[in-house]
């Protein structure tokens, strides 16, 4: 059973953008639009880390790392978030994962790579 379907990352050189998407199961649907919601990404041999959170009110908030950069958003009408990212760099290379703010532990998905490279 999966909760949470992360989709289009890849490979982009260094200044490069990449939109990335998450949507919600159906089994969450129904509580999706009230909950806060964010991404989070691990890169190899590190934690994983929350990198951009939006509220059901669409507040966002980001760590410096990526203040400027990346920005979070949320479409209620496909339980969606989506993740743009700009000017990437090298060390935005990791497995990016979307989760509730704080996250259920028990839903964490496969992630999509994104991998900063030239």
């Known amino acids: 059973q999966v909760h949470f379907r992360e989709s289009g990352g890849g490979l982009v050189q260094p200044g490069g953008s990449l939109r990335i998407s998450c949507a919600a199961a159906?089994?969450?649907?129904?509580?999706?639009?009230?909950?806060?919601m964010g991404w989070y990404r691990q890169a190899p041999d590190k934690q994983r880390e929350l990198v951009a959170a939006?509220?059901?009110?669409?507040?966002?908030n980001y760590p410096d790392s990526v203040k400027g950069r990346f920005t979070v958003s949320r479409d209620s009408a496909r339980k969606s978030i989506y993740l743009q990212m700009n000017n990437l760099k090298p060390e935005d290379t990791a497995i990016y994962y979307c989760?509730?703010?704080?996250?259920?532990?028990?839903?964490w998905g496969q992630g999509t790579q994104v991998t900063v490279s030239s």
């Open positions: 939006i509220s059901a009110g669409r507040t966002t």
């Open positions: 989760n509730r703010v704080p996250p259920n532990e028990s839903h």
């Open positions: 159906r089994m969450i649907t129904s509580t999706f639009n009230s909950a806060d």
